[in-house]
């Protein structure tokens, strides 16, 4: 059975956009998050000059990019990093609250933090090369893919979401509170034909799904549809043939309208264009039926 975790977020100048530290409870790490602009009060908290990996994100040119290291001080390697590259704006430092990690520990995280960021694709690096895993024990690689985990589960919440994929398994999900919602977008004048599931919090556009092969919107201004639809042509998620773009992989939106936009490659309506299988409702419809019978899915 899963349990729900408690995220203790601390702002230390009390603004949202300053820096701020985050803990789970029962679990040994710390991260300490800052913008560029506050790294001289950043370097002096005792955290970072401890053991432990950091990033370091901002962009290049106009694209995202970031960097992924490690450092027995942090603190002496930032500035270094504060010399050299003028490219980043925000830094986070990832270390446990007694200093418990060795070098060891941290080459595996760097490794393992690298591999992640270049499956997911969501944000190009500028290391060079990645890593191997370094020999730890059998036991030193158990707690170190553990503390990772709950990593994983942190940062999407203080906006970093560089290592979170939303490439999901074959399989239809099965929701624990019932049967899955199912809808289908269809714009035959385009060949769109796509299904979806929505499980938890997730609208997840099904594998082979028939979506445009490229983007046919007004612009970039378009909430970052046209550039997440970009992306995952980049990434293969959406191959081209002749017969236009389909999904290689359950992805999974963060919205029915994201996923009804990329879909059909231009600014759209998700609540309205998506369709349940079963009853022929709208998005809208069958949300609002849902919520008219308490909570309880009519499908």
């Given at each position: 059975m899963a349990y729900g975790r408690a995220l203790e977020l601390y702002f230390v100048d009390g603004r949202p956009d300053g820096m701020l530290t985050a803990e789970v409870f029962n679990w040994t790490g710390h991260i300490l998050k800052a913008p560029r602009t506050q790294i001289g009060a950043a370097l002096k908290?005792?955290?970072?000059?401890?053991?432990?990996?950091?990033?370091?994100?901002?962009d290049r040119d106009g694209e995202p990019l970031a960097y992924i290291g490690e450092a027995e001080d942090m603190s002496a390697r930032i500035r270094d990093h504060d010399a050299r590259r003028d490219w980043w704006s925000d830094l986070i430092l990832v270390t446990t609250a007694s200093n418990a990690l060795n070098k060891a520990h941290v080459k595996y995280l760097?490794?393992?933090?690298?591999?992640?960021?270049?499956?997911v694709s969501s944000r190009p690096l500028e290391n060079s090369t990645t890593p191997p895993r370094n020999s730890l024990s059998e036991a030193g690689r158990a707690n170190m893919e553990e503390s990772l985990d709950t990593l994983f589960l942190v940062l999407p919440a203080i906006?970093?979401?560089?290592?979170?994929?939303?490439?999901?398994?074959?399989?239809?999900?099965?929701?624990?509170?019932?049967?899955?919602?199912?809808?289908?977008?269809?714009?035959?004048?385009?060949?769109?034909?796509?299904?979806?599931?929505?499980?938890?919090?997730?609208?997840?556009?099904q594998k082979g799904s028939r979506v445009?092969?490229?983007?046919?919107?007004?612009?970039?201004?378009?909430?970052?549809?046209?550039?997440?639809?970009?992306?995952?042509?980049?990434?293969?998620?959406?191959?081209?043939?002749?017969a236009g773009g389909i999904m290689t992989e359950?992805?999974?939106?963060?919205?029915?309208?994201?996923?009804?936009?990329?879909?059909?490659?231009?600014?759209?309506?998700?609540?309205?264009?998506?369709?349940?299988?079963?009853?022929?409702?709208?998005?809208?419809?069958?949300e609002q039926a849902r919520l008219s019978d308490d909570g309880e899915d009519p499908a």
């Open positions: 908290r005792d955290q970072a000059r401890f053991t432990g990996v950091y990033v370091l994100l901002g760097e490794a393992r933090l690298i591999e992640t960021a270049r499956k906006g970093v979401d560089m290592f979170q994929s939303n490439q999901r398994p074959d399989a239809v999900p099965v929701a624990k509170a019932g049967p899955v919602a199912e809808f289908r977008l269809q714009t035959r004048r385009n060949g769109v034909d796509a299904v979806a599931v929505l499980d938890g919090s997730d609208f997840i556009v445009r092969r490229a983007w046919e919107g007004a612009g970039e201004h378009d909430f970052g549809y046209a550039d997440l639809h970009r992306r995952l042509v980049a990434a293969g998620i959406i191959a081209t043939d002749d359950n992805y999974a939106f963060n919205s029915p309208s994201a996923a009804a936009a990329v879909a059909n490659g231009r600014p759209a309506n998700g609540r309205i264009e998506w369709k349940h299988v079963d009853t022929g409702q709208t998005y809208k419809e069958w």
